[in-house]
């Protein structure tokens, strides 16, 4: 698995989340429009599966080599209004999401920068 191509992603992924959140906080006011959500982690576990942890690796399905090609799905909340003119952004929701999404981007940092440092580690000795 192509650990450093799926970190990549990731990131990338956190970045598409923070401008759509940034949007949504920007559109909070906007007559009839529809937060937006960045679905990744739910298509990245169907394409992992969710039982790899009980199977053998003698399965070419098992572990999958492809899942730097998942692309983030980004979706519009239909279900809810929360305001009479049809807007749904809740102000709270979206500050929420933003600060997880930065705990999430800082977490993916921190790990690519340990992975990073123990092949330099690895290089220099």
Not at 11 to 22: F, G, K
Not at 59 to 76: A, F, G, M, W, Y
Not at 108 to 115: F, M, P, S, V, Y
């Amino acid at each position: 698995m192509d650990t450093y191509g799926l970190l990549k992603t990731a990131m990338q992924v956190a970045n598409t989340r923070s401008e759509l959140i940034s949007t949504n906080i920007a559109n909070v006011n906007t007559t009839n429009y529809k937060a937006k959500r960045v679905e990744f982690e739910s298509e990245l576990q169907k394409a992992i599966g969710q039982n790899d942890f009980h199977l053998k690796t003698t399965n070419k399905n098992h572990l999958r080599n492809d899942v730097t090609s998942i692309q983030p799905v980004v979706k519009e909340n239909q279900t809810s209004s929360v305001k009479e003119n049809g807007n749904n952004v809740d102000l709270d929701v979206e500050m929420l999401n933003q600060a997880t999404n930065g705990l999430y981007y800082n977490a993916l940092t921190a790990q690519l920068n340990g992975r990073l440092k123990m092949m330099n580690y690895v290089l220099s000795n």
